[in-house]
């Protein structure tokens, strides 16, 4: 604990043991610096150690200082979080400003440091703990503006803890002094210097304002250090260490240390470029990259792999290992090795095994909107008919074995929480979640009975095609849904479906279709949760699924297909890799779920035969009014003896034809009969009309 908050060894203090601040007993000096000392002391009312922090005697006859210590206590009060050191109290005693600080036990990022570089595994536990802190305080307005190895404090039990948001940075009327290892007072004055050389941002060299960004940057100079063992700009002087900063490209990590991942190297690299537009435009989504290459599932290999073709011109590195899973209208197949290196025109061999319903039960009969996979992949929901009725199911991938969901009568469109935790469903115009535990499930709000999509992000906002066609928003506690996207009926949007939050939890992409009965595809589309931009992507698609940290999966009208994105600019890159996979497609969408791992689980096409078929009050079949596929827009005759059926056919080129053929189908007999049909657009509008004439 001695080089607890930065500061140096305990010379003459202002306490000695046995001093008394407030309910606090100092029991030891831990350190002095600049304008501050340090102290441990006990807690006398809740009796546990605590870091008392005090302003020098010279330091607190400044109203001044006083009032910048005091703000900035309050300001770091506001950040409860794991990862943020945590203030008790603050006050004054005999002029003298002080705070109580939480007392940690271990030693700081810098003491590990000069064991040299750490190992994989710990280097992106700490970098992903870090990220989750600096996200914390920016949620809160809070920038760190000091972020070194100094001010990272890691516990006994492993814990970062982010140190000295400026409690400890008085302004200094002479200005600040550089030197290699030490760091300057932060200023907030625009054209000042402020932090630490070596770990200081381009805009903070140059004296520019620094936002949220910079302190981005100074996480990838600590990232960079923790695997390397070295800084990226260190050079022999301080001026020189600055110039290199604004000038100057870090050398490659796997340059520095063979072995590390080639998608981790760009994530650092990415933290480190010049422009602040460039690198993450937040610590969250910087943590939710960091967390996927730490997850079980995110196994990749430390060097690039040679490419073949046009992929080796556009050097397209794909982080994807897919399991595709299939039984009865779901197969799977593991693909090894896919993640982490390019596809190539040689693929791997298949390795598929089948997954049976469970007794008793047959899979639903609308398998793109019945499958759902886990976050990281290890489990799958989907739904099941049982005497008559719909309900969902989960299941281990490793295990033979399937658990029903209680309380999920009825349910569709299974999607998961983020933590896997729950799975969320709509049934009864209602969209429900229920824990994957066996508690009964809560309703959250109201919601469309045809409903066509959710998705879950970890903040606790779910997602959801609502019942104007367009994208709500509701909290996964429940409450009022409040509209995210709205239709433009006049540009031929009829709805908005199949969202998917991007890993910052922010921004989605989803599908715009032009019908609920579309079989061209639709337009994949980027949104943010708070309306305020929605760009196009890609066209023609059936489904489109965002894959960490940078790869679209999607299906169009020929394939299953796979192709690096760059969300920022909403643009896809490189060449475009096909998957041998056939997907069933109902309804304009692909049954097709990827998680952020990389599992992929697909609904085979034609693995289910769809029939229409007659039925009574008690759910028994009763008769075939047709085998082949494709009917829909069943509507009874008032005697219930008739059913007049509609579907959209190919045209002479084998696309689909708007036109629909229409039919009737008698109850006795089960005899098709032929209709004619009229289809027109009404004026001014896009709805299409379809009268049925009944022959005699």
């Known amino acids: ?123 992106l536990d700490l ?51 550089f030197t290699a290892e030490a760091a300057t007072d932060a200023t907030t004055r625009a054209g000042m210097l402020m932090g630490t050389v070596g770990y200081m941002s381009p805009e903070q060299v140059s004296g520019f304002t620094a936002d949220f960004r910079s302190d981005v940057f100074s996480l990838g100079i600590v990232l960079f250090e923790m695997l390397t063992g070295q800084r990226p700009f260190r050079r022999e002087s301080a001026v020189e260490t600055l110039s290199a900063t604004v000038k100057e490209a870090p050398p490659p990590v796997t340059a520095l240390t063979p072995g590390v991942p080639i998608p981790l190297e760009r994530i650092v690299m990415r933290c480190l470029e010049k422009s602040p537009a460039e690198r993450f435009q937040s610590a969250r989504d910087l943590a939710f990259a960091l967390s996927a290459l730490a997850t079980p599932t995110g196994a990749f290999p430390a060097t690039r792999t040679a490419l073949s073709g046009a992929a080796m011109n556009n050097q397209v590195w794909f982080i994807v290992a897919l399991t595709v899973i299939v039984g009865l209208w779901l197969a799977a197949v593991m693909w090894p090795g896919f993640r982490g290196a390019a596809l190539t025109r040689s693929k791997p061999s298949l390795v598929s095994f089948t997954v049976t319903p469970p007794a008793g039960t047959v899979l639903a009969n609308v398998p793109s909107k019945m499958l759902a996979i886990s976050p990281n992949g290890d489990r799958i929901a989907f739904a099941v008919t049982r005497a008559g009725h719909r309900e969902l199911w989960v299941r281990d991938v490793a295990s033979t074995k399937a658990e029903p969901l209680r309380g999920t009568d009825d349910a569709s469109e299974p999607f998961w929480s983020p933590d896997g935790q729950h799975v969320g469903f709509f049934a009864d115009s209602k969209l429900k979640r229920v824990s994957t535990d066996g508690t009964m499930p809560m309703t959250l709000c109201d919601a469309p009975l045809e409903a066509r999509g959710a998705t879950w992000n970890a903040e606790g906002t779910i997602l959801f095609s609502d019942a104007s066609g367009g994208l709500s928003r509701v909290s996964a506690t429940g409450g009022v849904a409040t509209q995210v996207t709205k239709p433009d009926h006049e540009q031929g949007h009829a709805m908005h479906s199949w969202p998917q939050f991007l890993p910052d939890g922010h921004r989605f992409l989803y599908l715009r279709q032009g019908g609920p009965s579309i079989e061209v595809g639709a337009t994949a589309y980027l949104g943010t949760i708070d309306g305020s931009a929605e760009r196009p992507l890609l066209g023609g698609v059936f489904n489109a699924l965002f894959l960490p940290p940078g790869v679209l999966v999607f299906v169009d009208a020929a394939a299953v297909k796979v192709q690096r994105v760059d969300v920022d600019r909403a643009k896809m890159v490189g060449d475009v890799e096909e998957l041998p996979l056939a997907v069933d497609r109902h309804l304009g969408h692909a049954a097709l779920a990827v998680s952020p791992g990389g599992t992929l689980a697909y609904a085979a096409a034609g693995s289910q035969e769809h029939r229409l078929v007659w039925v009574d009050r008690h759910g028994r079949e009763i008769g075939v009014a047709a085998s082949d596929d494709g009917w829909r827009d069943v509507a009874l005759s008032p005697d219930g003896l008739h059913a007049a059926v509609q579907r959209i056919v190919p045209d002479a080129n084998g696309r689909p034809d708007h036109r629909a053929a229409c039919a009737l189908r008698s109850r006795r007999g089960q005899q098709r009969r032929s209709a004619s049909c009229s289809v027109g657009s009404l004026a001014g509008g896009a709805v299409d009309r379809a009268a049925i004439v009944v022959p005699q």
Do not use: C
């Open 127 to 177: 970098g992903g703990q870090m990220a989750l802190g600096l996200s914390a305080a920016h949620e809160k307005g809070v920038a760190h503006r000091d972020f070194k190895p100094e001010n990272l404090y890691v516990t006994a039990d492993g814990v970062v803890k982010l140190l000295d948001f400026g409690l400890a940075k008085i302004v200094s009327e002479s200005g600040p002094e």
């Open 1 to 123: 604990m001695a080089a607890f908050l930065n500061i140096a060894a305990a010379g003459s203090m202002q306490f000695t043991p046995g001093f008394r601040i407030d309910s606090y007993e100092v029991v030891a000096p831990v350190g002095a610096g600049g304008m501050g000392e340090v102290y441990r002391a006990r807690d006398l009312v809740l009796g546990r150690d605590v870091a008392i922090k005090v302003l020098t005697r010279v330091a607190s006859a400044s109203p001044e200082n006083r009032a910048r210590f005091e703000r900035e206590a309050r300001a770091v009060a506001a950040l409860s979080h794991p990862n943020i050191l945590a203030i008790y109290n603050f006050g004054y005693q005999d002029g003298i400003a002080y705070a109580v600080i939480e007392w940690l036990k271990g030693h700081t990022l810098r003491e590990e440091l000069a064991h040299g570089p750490l190992a994989l595994s710990r280097a």
